[in-house]
Nanobody, 124 residues
């Protein structure tokens, strides 16, 4: 079992940056593909980005490509999301998720464990 705790959210002006972290517990963190999803009020949870077990492959939603960067440090059991050039439409609760050999990196149903989420608010 993997427990995930996000941190790093907050309020930032448009054009600013934030770095989210997701700390995983247990010795099996490195066996899981990891993803970031977000959910804005009144909207469904949507895929943001994901990374393979080794970190060698990454995947991004078109809306964040070129602005967000996902990375992981398996030695520290930590997942990161560097968010630059933030826009008001990036405002949402951001969740990290762990999936064991997911059939698709893009579907939240393929992930087994979720964090509690961290709020990101981008003001215009």
């Amino acid at each position: 079992q993997v427990q995930l705790v996000e941190s790093g959210g907050g309020l930032v002006q448009a054009g600013g940056s934030l770095r989210l972290s997701c700390a995983g517990s247990g010795r099996t963190f490195s066996r899981y593909a990891m993803g970031w999803f977000r959910q804005a009020p009144g909207k469904e949870r949507e895929f943001v980005t994901a990374i393979s077990v080794s970190g060698g492959s990454t995947y991004y939603a078109d809306s964040v490509k070129g602005r967000f960067t996902i990375s992981r440090d398996n030695a520290k059991n930590t997942l990161y999301l560097q968010m630059n050039s933030l826009k008001p439409e990036d405002t949402a609760v951001y969740y990290c998720a762990a999936g064991f050999n997911p059939g698709s990196y893009y579907s939240p149903r393929q992930y087994d464990y979720w964090g509690q989420g961290t709020q990101v608010t981008v003001s215009s």
